[in-house]
């Protein structure tokens, strides 16, 4: 039952405020605040002090009262205005490996010349962190995900809250911006690198012939040969940029899913993993071919995030939402 009204009002506050965008302000309309525990339970001592006053006719019981209960209505516009104006900047959560628990980091900024006080932030109804921003400041939150199994894991709604001062108010928000956590299988194995360079037999290919093999570009670095900065593309105002080369005795490993006979689908996998984190520690050439897929032999940490995440979605369901074990299909399996 309780599962059931937590949905249904999850439903109705998504129709009310709709999909958001980063950066978002809390505006005063889609600001929630309720007594917490000790509200409450302040608030049932105000009214048996209230009844024992009037029944009493005591006046410095009423007085005492009256001054607690202003005393809570202050708290609770504080509470309110504690969260008003705070902005969310941005949400990221990078790539993790199974089964490490990955994370997510939230961005946050005062919004205001005045100091936030213990804003804390959670995915859904879970574990929630708290941070203080300083006025006109800005503060992260980094909040645990659980990550069991490789596969997207999307979130898709975040709750910042806070119950400063005293604790007797609760004020928070839904925040629905729909985040995905990419978790790359786990890199485990004990298999050399395989030999084979993946090239057709008695076909030379053109990059063994001169000199270095020409990569790309990268931004300039202090210390990089005035030889290697590209002049051309400087002078039509970009800004300045490196020409990287790779030697051309380097190896191409060409890592095939099809190669691991024996072992399961899971385990040829992980056994990926572990080549493309190995050949790309190693500083060689590597492609990756996996059924319905094929990624050409190239370096580079964007290589290397493009064939792990080829790994990560391999025969697996769209991504599920944050709780939610990502679910291998069995029909995958060669």
């Given at each position: 039952?309780k599962?059931?009204?937590r949905?249904r009002i999850?439903?109705?506050v998504?129709?009310r405020?709709g999909?958001?965008t980063l950066?978002?302000t809390?505006?005063?309309?889609?600001?929630?605040?309720?007594?917490?525990?000790?509200g409450v339970?302040?608030?049932v001592?105000?009214?048996f002090m209230?009844?024992?006053?009037?029944n009493y006719a005591?006046?410095?019981a009423?007085?005492i009262t009256?001054?607690l209960?202003?005393f809570?209505?202050?708290?609770?516009?504080?509470?309110?205005?504690n969260?008003?104006?705070?902005?969310?900047?941005?949400?990221i959560?990078p790539?993790?490996?199974a089964?490490r628990?990955?994370?997510?980091?939230l961005?946050?900024?005062s919004g205001?010349?005045?100091?936030?006080?213990?804003?804390?932030?959670?995915?859904?109804h879970g574990q929630?962190?708290a941070?203080?921003l300083?006025?006109?400041?800005s503060?992260q939150?980094?909040?645990?995900?659980e990550?069991?199994r490789?596969?997207?894991?999307r979130?898709?709604?975040?709750?910042l809250?806070t119950?400063?001062p005293?604790?007797l108010?609760?004020a928070?928000?839904w925040?629905?911006v729909?985040?995905?956590?990419?978790?790359?299988?786990r890199?485990?194995g004990a298999l050399p690198?395989?030999?084979?360079?993946?090239?057709r037999?008695?076909?030379?290919s053109?990059?063994?012939?001169g000199?270095?093999?020409?990569?790309?570009l990268?931004?300039y670095r202090?210390g990089d040969s005035?030889r290697q900065?590209d002049?051309?593309?400087?002078?039509r105002?970009?800004p300045l940029?490196?020409?990287e080369y790779a030697?051309?005795g380097?190896e191409l490993r060409?890592?095939?899913?099809?190669?691991?006979?024996?072992?399961q689908t899971?385990?040829?996998l992980?056994q990926?993993a572990r080549w493309?984190l190995d050949a790309e520690?190693?500083g060689?050439r590597?492609?990756?071919?996996?059924?319905?897929?094929?990624?050409?032999?190239?370096?580079g940490a964007?290589?290397?995030?493009?064939?792990?995440?080829a790994?990560?979605?391999f025969?697996?369901?769209p991504?599920?939402?944050?709780g939610?074990d990502?679910?291998?299909?069995s029909?995958?399996?060669?």
């Amino acid at each position: 039952m309780k599962a059931y009204l937590r949905a249904r009002i999850a439903q109705w506050v998504l129709r009310r405020q709709g999909r958001d965008t980063l950066p978002l302000t809390l505006r005063r309309q889609r600001l929630y605040i309720l007594p917490s525990r000790a509200g409450v339970g302040f608030g049932v001592l105000l009214l048996f002090m209230l009844l024992a006053g009037l029944n009493y006719a005591n006046s410095t019981a009423l007085f005492i009262t009256f001054l607690l209960g202003g005393f809570m209505l202050v708290a609770m516009h504080l509470c309110h205005r504690n969260l008003l104006g705070v902005r969310l900047i941005s949400a990221i959560a990078p790539p993790t490996f199974a089964p490490r628990d990955g994370y997510l980091q939230l961005a946050l900024e005062s919004g205001a010349a005045a100091n936030r006080y213990r804003i804390a932030a959670g995915v859904d109804h879970g574990q929630t962190i708290a941070a203080d921003l300083p006025g006109g400041g800005s503060g992260q939150v980094v909040l645990p995900i659980e990550a069991p199994r490789r596969g997207r894991i999307r979130i898709d709604r975040l709750c910042l809250t806070t119950t400063h001062p005293f604790g007797l108010f609760r004020a928070w928000t839904w925040v629905h911006v729909p985040v995905e956590m990419l978790v790359y299988p786990r890199a485990s194995g004990a298999l050399p690198l395989p030999a084979e360079s993946g090239r057709r037999p008695g076909v030379r290919s053109s990059r063994e012939v001169g000199a270095d093999e020409w990569i790309g570009l990268r931004p300039y670095r202090d210390g990089d040969s005035p030889r290697q900065v590209d002049w051309k593309a400087y002078a039509r105002a970009a800004p300045l940029l490196v020409k990287e080369y790779a030697a051309t005795g380097s190896e191409l490993r060409l890592l095939r899913f099809d190669s691991l006979t024996g072992l399961q689908t899971e385990a040829r996998l992980e056994q990926l993993a572990r080549w493309v984190l190995d050949a790309e520690a190693a500083g060689e050439r590597y492609g990756l071919e996996l059924p319905g897929t094929s990624i050409p032999p190239g370096q580079g940490a964007e290589h290397r995030h493009r064939c792990l995440t080829a790994l990560a979605v391999f025969g697996v369901d769209p991504a599920p939402r944050f709780g939610v074990d990502p679910a291998p299909r069995s029909d995958v399996i060669p």
